[in-house]
Nanobody, 123 residues
Framework: QVQLVESGGGLVQAGGSLRLSCAAS????????MGWYRQAPGKQRELVAS???????VYSDSVKGRFTISRDNARKTVYLQMNTLKPEDTAVYYC?????????????????WGQGTQVTVSS
């Protein structure tokens, strides 16, 4: 079964850093365009950063210069390095993207979401 599994969340003081990981598991051939989203209590889910299969990156204005998205295609993993964290970065962070996988001898590409990982930044 194909899954996106996130890790690396936690509690950190303002100004600190965290590194999130998102690994695709199962009979996965490749990860395609990928992104990190976040959802704070009472707010809509928003795109934080995205990275294309070729490595082109896009960031929201709120994290530009502080967060870095990267990928390791061989490991089928996407990362989000978060520096100079602020209390307003507190949210559940979700990984999302297109996964190409094998099922029953056939190849499919489908969009998946991870289960989310909590990031809490204290002031």
């Amino acid at each position: 079964q194909v899954q996106l599994v996130e890790s690396g969340g936690g509690l950190v003081q303002a100004g600190g850093s965290l590194r999130l990981s998102c690994a695709a598991s199962g009979s996965v051939f490749s990860i395609n365009d990928m992104g990190w989203y976040r959802q704070a209590p009472g707010k809509q889910r928003e795109l934080v950063a995205s990275i294309s299969r070729g490595g082109r990156t896009v960031y929201s204005d709120s994290v530009k210069g502080r967060f870095t998205i990267s990928r390791d295609n061989a490991r089928k993993t996407v990362y989000l390095q978060m520096n100079t964290l602020k209390p307003e970065d507190t949210a559940v962070y979700y990984c999302n993207g297109g996964i190409t996988y094998n099922s029953g001898g056939n190849v499919y590409t489908k969009e998946y979401w991870g289960q989310g990982t909590q990031v809490t930044v204290s002031s």
